[in-house]
């Protein structure tokens, strides 16, 4: 299902709407997974703006955890030559000297450009030494994602790892304004970004999370702290750093939420994805936990099934009868304690009972279907 995530970064948006944003949440017991499937999703949407399927024209990283060099080494394994790094991928260093101190202690020749907030070094790398500034940070990923060749609209998706760096130099409300003011820019296609749950308040997350249209959560495989090693076996630790659950929650445009989950693990200098069997862990988190039983048992499902709705025809081959407000009585049949003087007067003697409709008008100045509003007078 980590396809699923890529696929809906791949296209985009819509005309009116902000760009979709996928927030990747890790935790401390499993972040070399979490750093990997951040590398995942990255290598995969700038493969797919490599070959032309993607609505975004290319990727702009924000390197906070990472140099530059990781993720053009990982895309490369994953297949992008040099030509293609250099015509869809943009990389805004926030790792190499994110305060601008080691630019303050060089030579007198790089002094001279020592005012410049930012300088780039390579042909898709760009150094930026003042993090703490936010604006300046967005106009510097805007002006790489502008920089794109193509015909048409030019589009540009943003990859931010991590918001747990950006934000020891920032405030969250100016960072949380940062990401909202990138999904609503004209140009922008996708966003997605990561962070540490763990090293913030429970509220952190969360507010970013209200920001995205998809939340993926990397858990470890197995979170009981007590188990029983056995000679030759992993302990918890070890396993939680070669596996863990790749849990994502996706809203979709029409409002409905889907949940689903993948079993995320290392193989060599690589991470890989393996669907679960059945989401049942999943599903059992999501009903509430309440003090009364909400499933029937098989004795209340019996008793449900038998009972006989008002209205409804058993079908025991007996004539149907409609319930019109009295008593019905069967064909031919008298009330016996109906007074007799009554059932003459009710059923004549001469058989040929007829019903007739006596009108009496209140007076002769009423003309006969007259549409005249009887209650003319009433302001209503």
């Given at each position: 299902?980590?396809?699923?995530?890529v696929?809906?970064?791949?296209?985009?948006r819509?005309d009116?709407?902000?760009?979709?944003?996928?927030?990747?949440?890790?935790?401390?017991q499993?972040?070399?997974?979490?750093?990997?499937?951040?590398l995942?999703?990255?290598?995969?949407?700038?493969?797919?703006?490599?070959?032309?399927?993607?609505?975004?024209?290319?990727?702009?990283?924000?390197?906070f955890?990472?140099?530059?060099?990781?993720?053009?080494?990982?895309?490369?394994?994953?297949?992008?030559d040099?030509?293609?790094?250099?015509?869809?991928?943009?990389i805004?260093?926030?790792?190499?000297?994110?305060?601008?101190?080691?630019?303050?202690?060089?030579?007198?020749?790089?002094?001279?450009?020592?005012?410049?907030?930012?300088?780039?070094?390579?042909?898709?790398?760009?150094?930026?030494?003042?993090?703490?500034?936010?604006?300046?940070?967005?106009?510097?990923?805007?002006?790489?994602?502008?920089?794109?060749?193509?015909?048409g609209?030019?589009?540009?998706?943003?990859?931010v790892?991590?918001?747990?760096?950006?934000?020891?130099?920032?405030?969250?409300?100016?960072?949380?304004?940062?990401?909202?003011?990138?999904?609503?820019?004209?140009?922008?296609?996708?966003?997605?970004?990561?962070?540490?749950?763990?090293?913030?308040?429970?509220?952190?997350?969360?507010?970013?999370?209200?920001?995205?249209?998809?939340?993926?959560c990397?858990?470890?495989?197995?979170?009981?702290?007590?188990?029983?090693?056995?000679?030759?076996?992993?302990?918890?630790?070890?396993?939680?750093?070669?596996?863990?659950?790749?849990?994502v929650?996706?809203?979709r445009r029409?409002?409905?939420?889907?949940?689903?989950?993948?079993?995320?693990?290392v193989?060599?200098?690589?991470?890989?994805?393996?669907s679960?069997?059945?989401?049942?862990?999943?599903?059992?988190?999501?009903?509430?936990?309440?003090?009364?039983?909400?499933?029937?048992?098989?004795?209340?499902?019996?008793?449900?099934?038998?009972?006989?709705?008002?209205?409804e025809?058993?079908?025991?081959?007996?004539?149907?009868?409609?319930?019109?407000?009295?008593?019905?009585l069967?064909?031919?049949?008298?009330?016996?304690?109906?007074?007799?003087?009554?059932?003459?007067?009710?059923?004549?003697?001469?058989?040929?009972?007829k019903?007739?409709?006596?009108?009496?008008?209140?007076?002769?100045d009423?003309?006969p279907?007259?549409?005249?509003?009887?209650?003319?007078?009433?302001?209503?």
């Open positions: 299902m980590a396809e699923a995530v696929r809906y970064l791949r296209d985009g819509l009116g709407e902000h760009a979709p944003a996928l927030a990747l949440e890790g935790s401390l499993c972040c070399s997974l979490a750093a990997g499937a951040m995942h999703v990255t290598a995969a949407l700038a493969s797919q703006a490599a070959a032309g399927k993607a609505q975004a024209r290319g990727l702009v990283v924000v390197a955890d990472r140099s530059p060099e990781v993720y053009l080494e990982f895309m490369r394994r994953r297949g992008l040099a030509n293609a790094l250099n015509r869809c991928v943009r805004l260093d926030c790792y190499t000297d994110p305060l601008g101190w080691k630019q303050k202690f060089q030579n007198q020749q790089h002094q001279e450009n020592s005012t410049k907030q930012f300088s780039t070094n390579k042909e898709n790398i760009t150094v930026l030494r003042n993090v703490k500034d936010v604006n300046k940070m967005m106009y510097s990923i805007t002006e790489l994602g502008g920089g794109f060749e193509g015909e609209k030019m589009y540009f998706s943003i990859a790892d991590s918001i747990s760096s950006l934000l020891r130099h920032a405030s969250v409300p100016s960072v949380s304004g940062l990401l909202s003011n990138l999904r609503s820019h004209e140009q922008v296609s996708s966003i997605f970004w990561l962070i540490h749950s763990d090293l913030h308040e429970p509220k952190v997350p969360r507010a970013f999370e209200c920001l995205s249209t998809m939340v993926a990397v858990e470890p495989a197995l979170v009981d702290p007590v188990c029983v090693e056995s000679p030759g076996s992993m302990s918890t630790l070890e396993q939680n750093y070669s596996k863990a659950k790749f849990i929650r996706l809203k029409n409002g409905r939420v889907k949940h689903f989950y993948e079993d995320l693990y193989e060599g200098n690589d991470v890989k994805f393996d679960a069997h059945v989401s049942t862990e999943v599903n059992q988190s999501l009903v509430p936990k309440v003090q009364f039983n909400l499933e029937l048992s098989e004795k209340e499902r019996t008793d449900r099934a038998n009972v006989v709705l008002p209205f025809h058993q079908g025991k081959g007996e004539p149907i009868q409609i319930y019109d407000g009295r008593r019905s069967p064909e031919g049949q008298r009330d016996p304690n109906l007074a007799p003087a009554l059932v003459d007067e009710i059923a004549p003697k001469s058989g040929t009972a019903g007739e409709i006596h009108y009496v008008r209140d007076s002769d009423e003309q279907d007259s549409d005249e509003d009887p209650d003319d007078d009433l302001d209503i």
